[in-house]
């Protein structure tokens, strides 16, 4: 992923958007911008992590980056922040990664998980090796879904009990999202401090997502 990270200037962006956003046609807009601008031939501009309602990470060349940061607003993105990556991770731009992650998981020995795991490509529970090599294959260059696999695990038929769910260490990345997606499962959730230097760092992380 590094190497393919240097083929080309690419890189992601945090955005934050309202219910009206269309993020499809934001990044066709810039795709478009880029062809018919920069010449460029096949731009790569696409959602590479879908975080929780109205939040995503973009990732693509620089050039439709720019683009969206100047004309996001216009598009009813509320924020923006470039995420400090070398590249655009989970987007078209790392297909070139694919064959090398393929060959390299050929020479590991994986076994079914004893518990559930999911993948965040289709949100499924991983059945068999051969599944397990080829998601994570596709994950390489295929979008992080996040919001869809929370509600897959927490998926439950109506008087169905929510588990207790923990967060172990510093940051309180789950719990905020948690509300954000499932307020029935996050009154089950719990965070587990590893000690007071995290406490700094969950209410910033907590106050950002409540943005």
């Given at each position: 992923m590094q190497r393919a990270s240097e083929e080309v200037p690419s890189g992601m962006l945090s955005v934050l958007g309202r219910p009206q956003t269309r993020f499809p046609q934001l990044c066709h807009d810039a795709r478009i911008y880029c062809k018919e601008i920069h010449n460029m031939e096949d731009p790569v501009c696409s959602i590479a992590n879908y975080l929780y309602p109205q939040a995503r990470v973009i990732g693509g060349n620089k050039e439709c980056l720019s683009y969206i940061r100047k004309h996001g607003k216009k598009y009813g993105l509320a924020r923006m922040k470039p995420v400090p990556v070398s590249g655009a991770f989970h987007t078209a731009l790392m297909l070139s990664a694919q064959?090398?992650?393929y060959k390299a998981l050929q020479e590991v020995d994986i076994e079914v998980p004893v518990i559930n795991v999911h993948s965040n490509v289709d949100t499924s529970s991983y059945q068999n090796p051969h599944q397990m090599r080829r998601l994570l294959t596709e994950q390489v260059a295929s979008p992080v879904k996040w919001e869809q696999l929370m509600h897959t695990l927490y998926e439950r038929a109506?008087?169905?009990a929510f588990p207790d769910t923990y967060e172990v260490g510093p940051g309180?990345?789950?719990g905020?999202?948690?509300a954000?997606?499932?307020?029935k499962a996050r009154k089950e959730y719990q965070k587990v401090?590893?000690?007071?230097?995290?406490?700094?760092?969950t209410s910033n992380v907590q106050?950002?997502?409540n943005d």
């Open positions: 064959d090398a992650t109506q008087g169905q309180g990345q789950l905020a999202v948690l954000r997606v499932n307020m401090s590893c000690g007071e230097e995290d406490s700094d760092l106050a950002t997502a």
